[in-house]
T-cell receptor, first 112, second 113 residues
Framework: SAVISQKPSRDICQRGTSLTIQCQVDSQVTMMFWYRQQPGQSLTLIAT?????????ESGFVIDKFPISRPNLTFSTLTVSNMSPEDSSIYLC?????????FGPGTRLTVL | SQQGEEDPQALSIQEGENATMNCSYK?????LQWYRQNSGRGLVHLILIRSNEREKHSGRLRVTLDTSKKSSSLLITASRAADTASYFC?????????????FGKGTTLSVSS
């Protein structure tokens, strides 16, 4: 399975600021995914990121709040913009391979 | 909306006992995956079972799938304290980008020594 890394692993931010999370994969993949896991909850898909095209967002998530870049087949970023305490969550990226969908270690974000 | 629902929500057992977690889903699927998450860290992929498969094994893990009942179970045999974690099932569903994983709420397993 692909090896996926994320930066930062955690951060504490002030409300109103923005944070960009990086996701790096050790092999080329067509589709990358970004998820949010709010405290005590399950995972919710934010968007699907394909290289060379705009990300496709799920209902309830908008590009202005969660802009995504996908400059090549091994890298993606998710920005959490104009943060509020409600954005405190774990953010995870994933990639899909024939044997399943595999996740990065996550970025734990706390917004004060 | 959530596709998969695990039960029980929480399970406490002793080391050496078996743990069984169940997952029910609502619509037809291509595959179902089980994941483990330790203390809010990343998800570890355990097993993928396809809709035409009925049972899969991986070490101490056994997963079954009953598409007629729209349900799956994860059995962990001879549990260890290190198995303490949250376990999630995820099913694929169609969305604008193709398909996406829909996660259940998870089962929190506590294994005491």
């Amino acid at each position: 399975s692909a090896v996926i890394s994320q930066k930062p692993s955690r951060d504490i931010c002030q409300r109103g600021t923005s944070l960009t999370i990086q996701c790096q994969v050790d092999s080329q993949v067509t589709m990358m995914f970004w998820y949010r896991q709010q405290p005590g909850q399950s995972l919710t898909l934010i968007a699907t990121a394909n290289q060379g095209s705009e990300a496709t967002y799920e209902s309830g998530f908008v590009i202005d709040k969660f802009p995504i870049s996908r400059p090549n087949l091994t890298f993606s970023t998710l920005t959490v913009s104009n943060m509020s305490p409600e954005d405190s969550s774990i953010y995870l990226c994933s990639v899909r391979q024939p044997t399943g969908e595999f996740f990065g270690p996550g970025t734990r974000l706390t917004v004060l | 909306s959530q596709q998969g629902e695990e039960d029980p929500q929480a399970l406490s057992i002793q080391e050496g006992e078996n743990a069984t977690m169940n997952c029910s889903y609502k619509t037809s699927i291509n595959n179902l995956q089980w994941y483990r998450q330790n203390s809010g860290r990343g998800l570890v992929h355990l097993i993928l079972i396809r809709s035409n498969e009925r049972e899969k094994h991986s070490g101490r893990l056994r997963v079954t799938l009953d598409t007629s009942k729209k349900s799956s179970s994860l059995l962990i045999t001879a549990s260890r304290a290190a198995d303490t974690a949250s376990y999630f099932c995820a099913t694929d569903a169609s969305n604008q980008a193709g398909t996406a994983l829909i996660f259940g709420k998870g089962t929190t397993l506590s294994v005491s020594s």
